[in-house]
């Protein structure tokens, strides 16, 4: 079995920074993508960042310039470097990783999510 665990939300004033963490634990032969998606209330959950074990990256466009999303390998760990808060940024943040299991079964896993709050 494997757990993503998020852990960095909060409330936090427009303009200001937050930094997100999401580790992988359990039966992990290795990680493909690992990625950060959020839902805001009343909208469809939307991408905000992923990176490939090689390190390239993929960003929305609503946060392009103001996030950085950066993975340590070691750890089993992402993380979500927040800058430059707006209030549009308000929603629950999920982890997402693909995981190759030690049954060497590839599947997708989700975090429980992390409310990020920003106010005006």
């Known amino acids: 079995q494997v757990h993503l665990v998020e852990s960095g939300g909060g409330l936090v004033q427009a303009g200001g920074s937050l930094r997100l963490s999401c580790a992988a634990s359990g039966s992990i032969l290795s990680i493909n993508h690992m990625g950060w998606y959020r839902q805001a209330p009343g909208k469809e959950r939307e991408l905000v960042a992923t990176i490939i074990s090689g390190g390239m990256t993929h960003y929305g466009d609503s946060v392009k310039g103001r996030f950085t999303i950066s993975r340590d390998n070691a750890k089993n760990t992402v993380y979500l470097q927040m800058n430059s808060l707006k209030p549009e940024d308000t929603a629950v943040y999920y982890c997402?990783?693909?995981?190759?299991?030690?049954?060497?079964?590839?599947?997708?896993?989700w975090g429980q999510g992390t409310q990020v709050t920003v106010s005006s």
């Open positions: 997402n990783a693909e995981i190759r299991l030690v049954s060497r079964a590839t599947t997708g896993f």
